[in-house]
């Protein structure tokens, strides 16, 4: 297989979608054509701009192939094939999509503007939904269209009008367990939710990694859990740490059932474990308590231990570096520790000036 050019981004005219090619280019009027090349090789792409171009040239206006009027129903019936298999979120963004197709079901495509998704946003506060989940709501309609635009069901202009929307300012809250808070948690916990509470803690990963995952994910001669599915969709390498090394070994399995984590009568995975974490925070005695403050924990704790935040970004698999800064502001002690170093660097510099000074004066 040819490797792409590697100043494929700089090449003016050729621009990537998704996994698509795409070009544009000024028609005879002056107004610019936007265009898929239908696949993912740039080559492609790029022939194609050249012969758009050569028409242009010759007096020639170039015949795009037109896009066919899609519903939104359609475009949510097929986005649901696609994120299944592919996103451990799938289950979740599936409620979502089911009450968007029931708001815009037979809404063309094209019709989406500013003001419908806007009124979207604003029906949505009516109704006393939290800004996060209305931003939720926006990014899986954001990422549909997006999608839409790959598989050509609807022309690029329509999904800028659809990023122009906004999200919401949400609410800063970011609730971790002290080291105590753990082991108390830890010890009120029941039998089935203890082991998924400690790989949570010591792993940072979502609670749908965790009662999705296999033992084929577990690697136990080099230490790592390997999820091959994850909410973004990009595969994840997690350490196993001594804890969870004793942990998983200790684990009853089944032959009839794959997963780490399963119904001991059934040997089916836990389809939810709300209501026993609820009971167990209660007897705990922690207030304001939810499951992914395990994972806050998890990254709390290894902020304030020094780690990096590159790495945490890597182990709790976020996309942006943006998502991992809110928990920038627990290391105070390496910001200042930071600025130390520059000044023995600085006081380094004066003492070597004073040396000189002094053998120039001998």
């Not at 990963?205 to 390997?226: A, S, V």
């Not at 290391?331 to 004073?354: E, M, N, R, Y």
Request: a positive charge; aromatic letters at 8%.
């Amino acid at each position: 297989m040819a490797k792409e050019p590697k100043n494929t981004r700089h090449v003016k005219g050729v621009y990537k979608r998704g996994n698509i090619y795409w070009i544009a280019y000024a028609g005879l009027d002056g107004r610019i054509s936007r265009e898929s090349s239908g696949g993912d090789k740039f080559k492609a792409a790029e022939d194609l701009l050249i012969e758009r171009k050569q028409s242009v040239r010759e007096g020639k206006q170039p015949e795009v192939k037109k896009i066919t009027n899609h519903i939104f129903k359609e475009l949510a019936t097929q986005y649901k094939v696609w994120i299944e298999g592919r996103q451990s979120s799938a289950k979740v963004k599936g409620y979502v999509i089911g009450q968007l197709e029931t708001r815009f079901g037979t809404i063309p495509l094209r019709r989406f503007n500013m003001m419908l998704v806007e009124q979207l946003q604003t029906d949505l506060i009516a109704k006393g939904h939290k800004n996060a989940y209305t931003n939720k709501v926006l990014n899986v309609l954001k990422a549909m269209f997006t999608k839409a635009v790959e598989w050509e069901m609807v022309e690029e202009d329509i999904l800028r009008r659809v990023r122009k929307v906004k999200g919401l300012r949400e609410d800063k809250r970011l609730r971790f367990l002290t080291v105590q808070e753990c082991h108390n948690l830890i010890n009120v916990c029941d039998k089935h939710l203890k082991p998924i509470v400690i790989t949570a803690l010591n792993t940072g990963m979502r609670r749908g990694e965790m009662l999705g995952m296999q033992r084929k994910h577990l690697d136990l001669t080099h230490g790592f859990i390997l999820l091959d599915k994850t909410k973004n969709g990009d595969r994840r390498e997690i350490p196993i740490n001594n804890t969870l090394r004793e942990l998983f070994q200790s684990l009853p399995k089944r032959l009839d059932s794959p997963y780490v984590f399963f119904h001991p009568e059934t040997g089916l995975p836990y389809g939810e474990i709300k209501h026993s974490f609820e009971t167990a925070r209660k007897r705990a005695g922690l207030e304001d308590l939810h499951f992914h403050d395990l994972r806050h924990t998890f990254a709390s704790h290894l902020v304030m231990a020094g780690v990096d935040l590159a790495t945490i970004k890597e182990l709790l698999g976020h996309k942006d570096i943006k998502m991992t800064l809110r928990y920038a502001h627990l290391a105070p002690a390496h910001k200042t520790q930071a600025v130390d170093i520059l000044d023995k660097t600085f006081q380094k510099g004066s003492t070597s000036q004073k040396l000189h000074n002094l053998e120039i004066v001998g």
